[in-house]
Nanobody, 122 residues
């Protein structure tokens, strides 16, 4: 059993900052990549940022220059530092991981967290 647990969401004024964390736990062999997605009533779930175990990073154009993704491989944790937040960043943010298990190290699975709400007021 593997779990991703997010934390750090909340309510912030436009221009403010929040830091999201996501910790993976369970019988994990390896996490090849971790990512943050977001979803709102007006938009389908979209990729926000992605980081591989080798620290290759991708950002969506909408957050480039404002958000920073990082990970602590030793703690199976990924972070999303969000600065200069805009009302359009309001969404539920989901953590995602591509990982393999100790019981089957050659098979990769995709796991999702439960989501954390980020609300940016104008």
């Amino acid at each position: 059993q593997v779990q991703l647990v997010e934390s750090g969401g909340g309510l912030v004024q436009a221009g403010g900052s929040l830091r999201l964390s996501c910790a993976a736990s369970g019988s994990i062999f390896e996490i090849s990549a971790m990512a943050w997605y977001r979803e709102s009533p007006k938009k389908q779930r979209e990729l926000v940022a992605h980081i591989t175990s080798g620290a290759n990073i991708f950002y969506s154009d909408s957050v480039k220059g404002r958000f920073t993704i990082s990970r602590d491989n030793a703690k199976n944790t990924v972070f999303l530092q969000m600065n200069n937040l805009k009302p359009s960043d309001t969404a539920v943010y989901y953590c995602n991981a591509d990982l393999s298990l100790l019981s089957s190290p050659d098979e990769e699975y995709e796991v999702w967290g439960q989501g954390t709400q980020v609300t940016v007021s104008s």
